[in-house]
Structure formats: structure tokens, C-alpha cells
């Protein structure tokens, strides 16, 4: 079964950058090329947002709104990969979630099976 | 990109369906057969309830099911059960070659 938590700092300051990890267990992370791993956020009250993904490969691929300002990257050793949010804003606070999806032919699949619990990270001085 | 468009809400009486719309462009819903459906019960995870359109993963009840016409996905629930209240996603691969979610669908077991 596997399984994936999040980890990081949940208070950030306005203008700092929000890093997260997500630790996969029960597989690992280049164990198979059919999956991709990523990251989803959604503000309090608000609806899901793709944020990027990451392949074992470390190719990546990012939603166009947030490309400037991410960084999706990943260690194959630790079974880890992260996420990495300049600049951010209190427009950035959300619960961030980590996923695997399916990976296809360099597409990655919008169908996420296995979720983390979700952290929350609240943007504020 | 613009998110996929669904109705805010939708509501039925226990043992009735109902059906959920995620409407998009021929740049995604309408031009693959890649949409995916979620639950998410207030506080939890999002869970995965269809994929490739119209396939279950297991241990999804077969009184969800999925479909597609056009640039426009449905999400069907039969058989309306309490437990099936919640929040409902749709997300769809797009020819940028990125996910792309809907704006949520909440519904109401009456």
C-alpha cells in the first residue's frame, strides 16, 4: 500500500519561499515509469488546484499560472520529492496535498490515486 | 488556464441520482478521453472515483459511473446514499500538457 506524507514549515512570511516534502512509503519513486508524483493545493473553502509534477526522470511539469514562481524536484535515494514556492503571498495559503498519478506516454494523467493527508501553510508576517 | 466549469451545487433525496457536469474546451475534456473524478468529504483527501473517463477504480461502487459528450464530462450517482455527500471534483488532461481541475461541485443528500 502506498502511502505519502507531507512535511514543512506551516507559517511562512509574506515574500519567503514555501518548501515542502513529501516522503513516499510502500513503493518506491522510480520503482515504476507509469507514475508521476505531485503536488495540489486548495485555499480554505476554495477547490483544487494542480501546482506541478514531478517524474522519476526529474522531468517536470507545472500549471502556467504558477511556472515562475515553482520548483518541483526529486530524490530517488530518499523516496522524496519537493516542492519549492518563491515570492509567495497571502493568496498562497492553502492545504498542499502530494499524489501519485499515472504517467503516459510524457503525459502526466490527471488521475491522482494515492494522496498524502494534506498540510495546511498559512502565508503571514 | 481557466478552471473546468461545474455547478456549484446539486442535490437529491436518498435513493434518487443525480449527475454532475464538468464542461471544458477541445483543448481538454473534448479532446481526450483523459477526465477523472473525486469525493472529498469535508476535512478529508480527495479519493478517485473514475478515471479515463468512465472507468472505476476498485472498491468504487458501480452506482458511480462517467461519461462524455463533447467538450462536456458527467459524473452519475444512482442510488443516493448519505455517506455520498460531499464535494465532488473533475480534473482533465490538457493538450498543454498539464492537469487541469474543476471548480468543485458540492452535493446534498436531502
Known amino acids: 500500500q502506498v502511502q505519502l506524507q507531507e512535511s514543512g514549515p506551516g507559517l511562512v512570511k509574506p515574500s519567503e519561499t514555501l518548501s515542502l516534502t513529501c516522503t513516499v512509503s510502500?513503493?518506491?519513486?522510480?520503482?515504476?515509469?507509469?507514475?508521476?508524483w505531485g503536488w495540489i493545493r486548495q485555499p480554505p473553502g476554495k477547490g483544487l488546484e494542480w501546482i506541478g509534477s514531478?517524474?522519476?526522470?526529474?522531468?517536470?511539469y507545472y500549471n502556467p499560472s504558477l511556472k515562475s514562481r515553482v520548483t518541483i524536484s526529486v530524490d530517488t535515494s530518499k523516496s522524496q520529492f519537493s516542492l519549492k514556492l518563491s515570492s509567495v503571498t497571502a493568496a498562497d495559503t492553502a492545504v498542499y496535498y502530494c499524489?501519485?498519478?499515472?504517467?503516459?506516454?510524457?503525459?502526466?494523467?490527471?488521475?491522482?490515486?494515492?494522496w498524502g493527508q494534506g498540510t495546511l501553510v498559512t502565508v503571514s508576517s | 488556464q481557466s478552471a473546468l466549469t461545474q455547478p456549484p451545487s446539486v442535490s437529491g433525496s436518498p435513493g434518487q441520482s443525480v449527475t454532475i457536469s464538468c464542461t471544458g474546451t477541445?483543448?481538454?475534456?473534448?479532446?481526450?478521453?483523459?477526465v477523472s473524478w473525486y469525493q472529498q468529504p469535508p476535512g478529508t483527501a480527495p479519493k478517485l472515483m473514475i478515471y479515463?473517463?468512465?472507468s472505476r477504480p476498485s472498491g468504487v461502487p458501480d452506482r458511480f459511473s462517467g461519461s462524455k459528450s463533447g467538450n462536456t464530462a458527467s459524473l452519475a450517482i444512482s442510488g443516493l446514499q448519505a455517506e455520498d455527500e460531499a464535494d465532488y471534483y473533475c480534473?482533465?488532461?490538457?493538450?498543454?500538457?498539464?492537469?487541469?481541475f474543476g471548480g468543485g461541485t458540492k452535493l446534498t443528500v436531502l
Open positions: 510502500g513503493g518506491s519513486i522510480s520503482g515504476s515509469s507509469h507514475y508521476s
Open positions: 480534473s482533465s488532461y490538457t493538450s498543454s500538457g498539464t492537469v487541469l
Open positions: 479515463d473517463v468512465s
Open positions: 499524489a501519485r498519478h499515472d504517467y503516459n506516454n510524457q503525459r502526466p494523467l490527471p488521475n491522482f490515486d494515492y
Open positions: 514531478v517524474y522519476y526522470s526529474g522531468r517536470t
Open positions: 477541445s483543448s481538454d475534456v473534448g479532446g481526450y478521453n483523459r
